[in-house]
Protein backbone atom coordinates (compact mmCIF):
# COMPACT_ATOMS: atom_id res chain seq x y z
CA UNK A 1 0.00 0.00 0.00
CA UNK A 2 2.89 2.55 0.77
CA UNK A 3 4.68 1.72 -2.52
CA UNK A 4 1.03 2.08 -4.60
CA UNK A 5 0.67 5.79 -2.48
CA UNK A 6 4.23 6.49 -3.29
CA UNK A 7 3.90 5.82 -6.81
CA UNK A 8 0.50 7.78 -7.15
CA UNK A 9 2.61 10.82 -5.92
CA UNK A 10 5.76 10.56 -7.90
CA UNK A 11 3.00 10.28 -11.04
CA UNK A 12 0.84 13.31 -9.70
CA UNK A 13 4.09 15.28 -8.80
CA UNK A 14 4.94 14.67 -12.95
CA UNK A 15 1.75 15.32 -14.17
CA UNK A 16 1.86 19.08 -12.37
CA UNK A 17 5.15 19.60 -13.63
CA UNK A 18 3.90 19.40 -17.20
CA UNK A 19 0.79 21.55 -16.45
CA UNK A 20 2.12 25.33 -16.79
CA UNK A 21 -0.68 27.93 -15.63
CA UNK A 22 0.74 31.54 -15.86
CA UNK A 23 0.75 34.31 -13.70
CA UNK A 24 -2.56 36.48 -13.73
CA UNK A 25 -0.43 39.38 -14.74
CA UNK A 26 0.58 37.16 -17.77
CA UNK A 27 -2.95 36.56 -18.85
CA UNK A 28 -3.69 40.34 -18.36
CA UNK A 29 -0.81 41.37 -20.15
CA UNK A 30 -1.76 38.55 -23.27
CA UNK A 31 -5.38 39.89 -23.40
CA UNK A 32 -4.54 43.53 -23.57
CA UNK A 33 -1.87 42.83 -26.50
CA UNK A 34 -4.41 41.14 -28.38
CA UNK A 35 -6.45 44.24 -28.64
CA UNK A 36 -5.43 46.32 -31.19
CA UNK A 37 -8.34 48.66 -32.54
CA UNK A 38 -10.61 50.90 -30.08
CA UNK A 39 -13.36 52.82 -32.14
CA UNK A 40 -14.77 55.21 -30.39
CA UNK A 41 -18.63 56.84 -31.10
CA UNK A 42 -19.19 60.21 -30.71
CA UNK A 43 -22.76 62.03 -32.44
CA UNK A 44 -23.56 65.59 -31.99
CA UNK A 45 -20.77 68.49 -30.80
CA UNK A 46 -22.16 71.62 -29.58
CA UNK A 47 -20.47 74.82 -28.08
CA UNK A 48 -18.90 74.67 -24.87
CA UNK A 49 -21.84 76.84 -23.79
CA UNK A 50 -24.78 74.67 -24.87
CA UNK A 51 -25.89 72.19 -22.43
CA UNK A 52 -24.54 68.45 -23.21
CA UNK A 53 -25.99 64.89 -23.25
CA UNK A 54 -25.50 61.44 -23.43
CA UNK A 55 -24.76 61.63 -27.18
CA UNK A 56 -24.13 65.73 -26.89
CA UNK A 57 -20.34 66.70 -26.15
CA UNK A 58 -18.98 70.18 -25.92
CA UNK A 59 -16.12 71.20 -28.38
CA UNK A 60 -13.76 71.56 -25.21
CA UNK A 61 -14.32 67.67 -24.19
CA UNK A 62 -13.76 66.41 -27.14
CA UNK A 63 -10.96 68.86 -27.98
CA UNK A 64 -9.76 67.12 -24.63
CA UNK A 65 -10.00 63.44 -25.85
CA UNK A 66 -8.24 64.40 -28.92
CA UNK A 67 -5.53 66.14 -26.74
CA UNK A 68 -4.65 63.06 -25.21
CA UNK A 69 -4.50 60.75 -27.95
CA UNK A 70 -2.05 63.22 -29.71
CA UNK A 71 0.14 63.14 -26.09
CA UNK A 72 0.25 59.67 -25.71
CA UNK A 73 1.03 57.81 -28.96
CA UNK A 74 -2.01 56.39 -30.02
CA UNK A 75 -2.74 55.76 -34.07
CA UNK A 76 -5.89 57.09 -35.04
CA UNK A 77 -6.75 55.64 -38.46
CA UNK A 78 -9.52 56.27 -41.24
CA UNK A 79 -11.42 53.41 -41.78
CA UNK A 80 -10.35 53.16 -45.07
CA UNK A 81 -6.41 52.63 -43.80
CA UNK A 82 -7.93 49.82 -41.52
CA UNK A 83 -9.67 47.64 -44.25
CA UNK A 84 -6.65 48.50 -46.81
CA UNK A 85 -3.41 47.40 -44.46
CA UNK A 86 -5.82 43.88 -43.14
CA UNK A 87 -6.51 43.42 -46.66
CA UNK A 88 -3.22 43.66 -47.65
CA UNK A 89 -1.95 41.65 -44.75
CA UNK A 90 -0.58 44.70 -42.82
CA UNK A 91 -0.84 44.61 -39.05
CA UNK A 92 -2.19 47.73 -37.55
CA UNK A 93 0.22 50.11 -34.97
CA UNK A 94 0.10 49.28 -31.45
CA UNK A 95 -2.76 51.71 -29.84
CA UNK A 96 -5.01 52.18 -32.88
CA UNK A 97 -7.93 54.31 -32.35
CA UNK A 98 -11.03 55.28 -35.11
CA UNK A 99 -13.06 58.04 -34.24
CA UNK A 100 -16.43 57.66 -35.70
CA UNK A 101 -19.49 60.83 -35.28
CA UNK A 102 -22.94 59.21 -35.96
CA UNK A 103 -26.41 60.05 -37.75
CA UNK A 104 -25.02 63.66 -39.86
CA UNK A 105 -24.99 66.36 -37.52
CA UNK A 106 -24.55 69.71 -39.12
CA UNK A 107 -22.43 71.36 -35.65
CA UNK A 108 -19.57 68.95 -36.34
CA UNK A 109 -18.91 70.79 -39.66
CA UNK A 110 -18.47 73.97 -37.52
CA UNK A 111 -17.24 72.45 -34.02
CA UNK A 112 -15.72 68.60 -34.83
CA UNK A 113 -13.72 69.43 -38.00
CA UNK A 114 -11.55 71.82 -37.31
CA UNK A 115 -10.29 70.20 -34.27
CA UNK A 116 -9.65 66.92 -36.28
CA UNK A 117 -7.55 69.36 -38.28
CA UNK A 118 -6.12 70.74 -35.90
CA UNK A 119 -4.66 67.54 -34.25
CA UNK A 120 -4.35 65.84 -37.92
CA UNK A 121 -7.12 63.06 -37.01
CA UNK A 122 -9.42 61.70 -39.66
CA UNK A 123 -12.80 60.23 -38.89
CA UNK A 124 -16.16 58.31 -39.92
CA UNK A 125 -19.26 60.40 -40.19
CA UNK A 126 -22.29 58.21 -40.43
CA UNK A 127 -25.57 59.79 -42.61
CA UNK A 128 -28.96 59.02 -42.06
CA UNK A 129 -30.85 59.65 -45.39
CA UNK A 130 -34.19 60.62 -44.19
CA UNK A 131 -32.29 63.12 -41.27
CA UNK A 132 -31.06 64.92 -44.78
CA UNK A 133 -34.06 66.39 -44.41
CA UNK A 134 -33.59 68.01 -41.47
CA UNK A 135 -31.34 70.07 -42.62
CA UNK A 136 -30.03 74.22 -42.14
CA UNK A 137 -32.53 75.44 -44.92
CA UNK A 138 -35.43 73.22 -42.61
CA UNK A 139 -37.29 76.32 -40.15
CA UNK A 140 -38.55 74.20 -38.08
CA UNK A 141 -35.87 72.21 -36.82
CA UNK A 142 -33.05 73.45 -34.27
CA UNK A 143 -30.28 74.59 -34.68
CA UNK A 144 -28.56 72.16 -32.35
CA UNK A 145 -30.36 69.10 -34.18
CA UNK A 146 -29.82 70.28 -37.36
CA UNK A 147 -28.21 67.33 -40.22
CA UNK A 148 -26.36 67.26 -42.95
CA UNK A 149 -28.15 67.08 -46.23
CA UNK A 150 -26.18 65.60 -49.04
CA UNK A 151 -24.67 69.49 -50.98
CA UNK A 152 -23.16 69.49 -46.94
CA UNK A 153 -22.06 65.62 -47.69
CA UNK A 154 -20.27 66.30 -50.87
CA UNK A 155 -18.69 69.15 -49.40
CA UNK A 156 -17.69 67.64 -46.63
CA UNK A 157 -16.34 64.46 -48.13
CA UNK A 158 -13.35 67.03 -49.44
CA UNK A 159 -11.74 67.04 -46.46
CA UNK A 160 -8.95 64.80 -46.06
CA UNK A 161 -9.90 63.97 -42.44
CA UNK A 162 -13.39 62.69 -43.44
CA UNK A 163 -14.50 59.67 -44.39
CA UNK A 164 -18.57 59.04 -45.14
CA UNK A 165 -20.03 56.15 -43.81
CA UNK A 166 -23.66 54.02 -44.59
CA UNK A 167 -26.07 54.84 -41.68
CA UNK A 168 -29.43 54.05 -43.51
CA UNK A 169 -32.22 55.75 -45.08
CA UNK A 170 -35.29 55.13 -43.48
CA UNK A 171 -34.06 52.64 -41.18
CA UNK A 172 -32.78 54.84 -37.50
CA UNK A 173 -35.79 54.45 -35.56
CA UNK A 174 -37.07 52.33 -32.62
CA UNK A 175 -40.89 51.03 -33.56
CA UNK A 176 -42.36 47.25 -34.42
CA UNK A 177 -38.08 46.95 -36.10
CA UNK A 178 -35.37 48.33 -34.11
CA UNK A 179 -33.07 49.52 -36.32
CA UNK A 180 -32.73 47.30 -39.55
CA UNK A 181 -32.81 44.54 -37.41
CA UNK A 182 -34.93 41.06 -38.36
CA UNK A 183 -38.62 41.39 -36.70
CA UNK A 184 -39.85 38.38 -34.90
CA UNK A 185 -41.50 35.87 -37.36
CA UNK A 186 -40.43 38.24 -40.02
CA UNK A 187 -40.20 36.31 -43.80
CA UNK A 188 -36.13 36.57 -44.16
CA UNK A 189 -36.16 36.82 -48.18
CA UNK A 190 -39.07 39.59 -47.65
CA UNK A 191 -36.48 41.05 -44.98
CA UNK A 192 -33.41 40.92 -47.31
CA UNK A 193 -35.08 42.48 -49.70
CA UNK A 194 -36.18 45.27 -47.58
CA UNK A 195 -32.71 46.24 -46.17
CA UNK A 196 -31.07 46.26 -49.97
CA UNK A 197 -33.42 48.50 -50.93
CA UNK A 198 -33.07 50.93 -48.19
CA UNK A 199 -29.23 50.72 -48.78
CA UNK A 200 -29.06 51.14 -52.33
CA UNK A 201 -31.76 54.30 -51.64
CA UNK A 202 -28.64 55.44 -49.29
CA UNK A 203 -25.99 54.45 -51.63
CA UNK A 204 -28.07 56.37 -54.81
CA UNK A 205 -27.98 59.81 -52.95
CA UNK A 206 -24.33 59.32 -51.68
CA UNK A 207 -22.69 58.58 -54.74
CA UNK A 208 -24.48 61.51 -56.31
CA UNK A 209 -22.72 63.64 -53.77
CA UNK A 210 -19.34 61.87 -54.60
CA UNK A 211 -19.06 59.10 -52.33
CA UNK A 212 -19.36 55.13 -52.17
CA UNK A 213 -19.21 54.01 -48.97
CA UNK A 214 -17.56 51.05 -47.54
CA UNK A 215 -18.62 50.56 -43.57
CA UNK A 216 -22.14 50.09 -42.78
CA UNK A 217 -23.03 51.57 -38.95
CA UNK A 218 -26.14 50.25 -37.53
CA UNK A 219 -28.49 52.16 -35.99
CA UNK A 220 -28.86 51.79 -32.54
CA UNK A 221 -26.00 49.41 -32.66
CA UNK A 222 -29.32 46.85 -33.43
CA UNK A 223 -28.09 44.05 -35.97
CA UNK A 224 -28.75 40.12 -36.91
CA UNK A 225 -27.21 37.25 -39.50
CA UNK A 226 -29.75 38.39 -41.97
CA UNK A 227 -28.82 42.32 -42.00
CA UNK A 228 -24.71 41.13 -42.22
CA UNK A 229 -25.35 38.81 -45.17
CA UNK A 230 -27.05 41.63 -47.00
CA UNK A 231 -24.45 44.31 -46.21
CA UNK A 232 -21.57 41.80 -47.00
CA UNK A 233 -23.20 40.86 -50.07
CA UNK A 234 -23.73 44.42 -51.46
CA UNK A 235 -20.00 45.39 -50.89
CA UNK A 236 -19.56 46.33 -47.21
CA UNK A 237 -16.08 45.75 -45.68
CA UNK A 238 -16.58 47.06 -42.37
CA UNK A 239 -20.12 46.89 -39.72
CA UNK A 240 -19.88 48.92 -36.54
CA UNK A 241 -22.34 48.05 -33.73
CA UNK A 242 -22.99 49.35 -30.08
CA UNK A 243 -21.48 47.07 -28.34
CA UNK A 244 -19.32 48.44 -25.75
CA UNK A 245 -15.39 46.58 -26.03
CA UNK A 246 -11.94 47.12 -27.75
CA UNK A 247 -11.43 44.89 -30.49
CA UNK A 248 -8.68 42.50 -31.81
CA UNK A 249 -8.36 42.48 -35.70
CA UNK A 250 -6.01 40.49 -37.44
CA UNK A 251 -7.60 39.93 -41.07
CA UNK A 252 -10.69 41.48 -43.23
CA UNK A 253 -13.23 39.28 -41.65
CA UNK A 254 -12.88 40.40 -38.28
CA UNK A 255 -13.85 44.08 -39.47
CA UNK A 256 -17.95 42.70 -38.99
CA UNK A 257 -19.60 43.72 -36.00
CA UNK A 258 -16.92 45.72 -34.55
CA UNK A 259 -17.43 47.20 -30.74
CA UNK A 260 -17.43 50.57 -29.67
CA UNK A 261 -16.93 52.93 -26.52
CA UNK A 262 -19.88 55.55 -26.69
CA UNK A 263 -18.25 59.23 -25.39
CA UNK A 264 -21.20 60.40 -23.57
CA UNK A 265 -20.98 64.49 -23.37
CA UNK A 266 -21.31 63.30 -19.70
CA UNK A 267 -19.83 60.65 -19.25
CA UNK A 268 -16.51 59.38 -19.07
CA UNK A 269 -13.46 60.89 -21.08
CA UNK A 270 -11.70 58.47 -24.16
CA UNK A 271 -8.50 58.53 -21.15
CA UNK A 272 -10.94 57.11 -18.33
CA UNK A 273 -12.88 54.62 -20.69
CA UNK A 274 -9.46 53.50 -22.14
CA UNK A 275 -7.55 52.85 -18.95
CA UNK A 276 -10.79 50.97 -17.65
CA UNK A 277 -10.54 48.80 -20.47
CA UNK A 278 -6.28 48.67 -20.08
CA UNK A 279 -5.93 50.15 -23.80
Do not use: W
Amino acid sequence: MKKVSVLLLCVLTAFAACVFVPPASEVDASQKSAKNLAVVMYHNTVPDNYKASVYVIRAGSLERDLKFLKENGYRVLSASVVIDSLKNGIALPEKSVMLTFDDGYYFNKTYAMPLLEKYGFPALFAIVGEYTKFNKNNPKVSKTYTYFDFEDVTEINRSKYVEIAAHSYYLHHFGKRQGVKIKKYEDKTAYCEMLEKDTRLLEKSLLQAGVRPRVYAYPFGAYCAESEQVIKRLGYEMSLTCNEGINCVKNPENLFLLKRLNRSGTGKSVEAMFAEYGY
